[in-house]
């Protein structure tokens, strides 16, 4: 059982001052700083920011893509479980330098123990988020992570502290902080132009997408071995469907190793790579894949960044707990905030629109990576709201991977640190906790846990497979 430490007595105090520290300085450096103190940072000794990258599958090659089109760094190593997914990795690395120096890893230990590596992308899947990032911190390498933050609320908790305790540079792959409409329409409800906000609508994806076509060649050998096609959120261990789509890994994956942490349970293609999320065991569904994303944007337009809900309510269509994909496609809660502010977040729920819109006593605004709009006209003028409206200024940041690498220079706090990535992402936690309890969740916001409920307290955390454990 992977220890409970790290609870709120410890963890929040030193949050705050931290943060505080660090974010009241860093909104004015992105753009000014590029080039500053390379000499109070380890940087590589040509002046190039040394990345390794963890994690190859799908949002990792993303990442890479785009740190390799920034000359500030460059990218030294790759790891992956799955050696298709790695070797892809280290060729499109090394051609896009024309060289053969990025190295290819297995096991993330290896890449870690590397002195010449300042910095790491973490983007393997949510289960493995607490191991790989917390050994990156004592390793002392700054961090591009994704969300959500962790699995679990605990695992978030020993994310934080390990990332505090050594110092390290932390940028949350919540990108939208450093999109311009996102900005605005945060700075427009920060600089109370829309009156009191009321209450806020956090729109997530509903249902549990087929990626890759998984579905589609699964139907095929389900029919194949004389079975009913069945949708995945039905079918369960000892039916015939079940059966048919049950097989030994890919010869690639070390799929031992890809389970690591998490229980053990037969290889099914559909629950592998990208849709592990829409299983339980090693992800979060819709709900946890996006709260990093719109709840952070929510929170940031409230001033609500190291804050959270004090209730959570809710509910959803949950699969059977052992049904392939076991993760809700539809949902939607109710949350209570400072300041009299009410919060739904829902996905699969055509009256709330993907994205944010907050509601005040004198407008709205709401924003998606689709649109913005607002009830005054005028707002939707410009990239950014004008300096005469503006009486809050929000940290600015105009590309996600760029900013990070200047923090790394600077030791400033990125646009996400990991403070913020925890608090955005621990409402979604609180969600699915109600969710999966039927009950209403109180949640002591200074301490960090829940309030007289021990069944639902014991769902912060979760059991670890040996030999993994929870830092």
């Given at each position: 059982m992977p220890s409970q430490s790290g609870s709120g007595p410890f963890l929040r105090p030193f949050n705050r001052r931290r943060f505080l520290k660090t974010a009241g300085t860093a909104a004015v450096l992105p753009a000014v700083m590029r080039g500053y103190a390379a000499q109070t940072s380890?940087?590589?000794?040509?002046?190039?920011?040394?990345?390794?990258?963890?994690?190859?599958?799908?949002?990792?090659?993303g990442n890479t893509s785009a740190f390799l089109n920034l000359p500030d760094c460059q990218v030294?190593?790759?790891?992956?479980?799955?050696?298709?997914?790695?070797?892809?990795?280290?060729?499109?690395?090394?051609?896009?330098?024309?060289?053969?120096?990025?190295?290819?890893?297995?096991?993330?230990?290896?890449?870690?123990?590397?002195?010449?590596?300042?910095?790491v992308m973490i983007a393997v899947p949510d289960h493995w988020h607490e191991i790989v990032a917390t050994e990156a911190a004592r390793r002392k390498k700054d961090i591009y992570g994704e969300?959500?933050?962790?699995?679990?609320?605990?695992?978030?908790?020993?994310?934080?502290?390990?990332?505090?305790?050594?110092g390290i540079v932390w940028q949350m792959g919540s990108w939208q902080r450093s999109v311009p409409m996102f900005h605005k329409a945060a700075e427009i409800v920060r600089s109370g132009l829309i009156g009191e906000v009321t209450h806020v609508e956090v729109g997530l994806p509903g249902g549990n997408a087929d990626f890759d076509g998984v579905a589609k060649d699964a139907m095929a050998k389900i029919t194949a071995a004389g079975a009913q096609p069945t949708p995945f959120e039905q079918?369960?261990?000892?039916?015939p469907a079940w059966n048919a789509i049950v097989t030994?890994?890919?010869?690639?994956?070390?799929?031992?190793?890809?389970?690591?942490?998490?229980?053990?349970?037969?290889?099914i293609r559909a629950r592998s790579h990208k849709s592990w999320r829409w299983n339980y065991n090693t992800g979060g569904g819709q709900l946890l894949d996006w709260i990093g994303h719109h709840c952070d944007i929510a929170h940031w337009g409230?001033?609500?960044?190291?804050?959270?809900?004090?209730?959570?309510?809710?509910?959803?269509e949950l699969p059977p707990r052992d049904a392939v994909w076991n993760t809700a496609p539809k949902y939607r809660f109710e949350l209570k905030y400072p300041r009299n502010i009410t919060m739904t977040i829902a996905g699969g729920h055509h009256d709330i629109k993907t994205g944010v819109k907050w509601i005040g006593t004198e407008g709205w605004v709401w924003?998606?990576?689709?649109?913005?709009?607002?009830?005054?006209?005028?707002?939707?003028?410009?990239?950014?709201?004008?300096?005469?409206?503006?009486?809050?200024?929000?940290?600015?940041s105009t590309d996600h991977m760029q900013n990070f690498l200047d923090c790394v220079r600077t030791r400033q706090a990125t646009v996400t640190p990991v403070e913020i990535g925890h608090h955005s992402a621990i409402p979604g936690h609180l969600c699915l906790i109600s969710m999966l309890t039927g009950k209403k969740i109180r949640?002591?916001?200074?301490?960090?846990?829940?309030?007289?409920?021990?069944?639902?307290?014991?769902?912060?955390?979760?059991?670890?497979?040996?030999?993994?454990?929870?830092?």
């Open positions: 380890t940087t590589s000794p040509n002046n190039r920011i040394n990345l390794g990258v963890i994690g190859m599958g799908w949002q990792g090659p030294v190593a790759a790891c992956d479980i799955d050696a298709n997914h790695l070797q892809a990795a280290v060729k499109k690395i090394n051609e896009t330098y024309g060289n053969e120096d990025c190295k290819g890893y297995h096991d993330y230990r290896e890449l870690l123990a590397r002195e010449d590596i300042d910095a969300k959500p933050l962790a699995h679990t609320i605990a695992e978030q908790q020993s994310i934080v502290r390990a990332v505090q305790e050594n079918i369960v261990p000892g039916t030994d890994p890919p010869k690639e994956l070390d799929y031992e190793t890809w389970v690591g942490p998490s229980k053990m349970e037969p290889y409230l001033g609500f960044d190291l804050s959270g809900p004090s209730e959570v309510e809710g509910s959803g924003v998606d990576r689709g649109g913005f709009d607002a009830s005054n006209p005028d707002w939707k003028k410009g990239k950014y709201l004008p300096r005469e409206l503006r009486k809050v200024k929000l940290y600015t949640w002591d916001v200074k301490e960090e846990k829940i309030i007289g409920d021990p069944e639902a307290s014991k769902l912060m955390t979760r059991e670890y497979r040996g030999p993994w454990k929870m830092s």
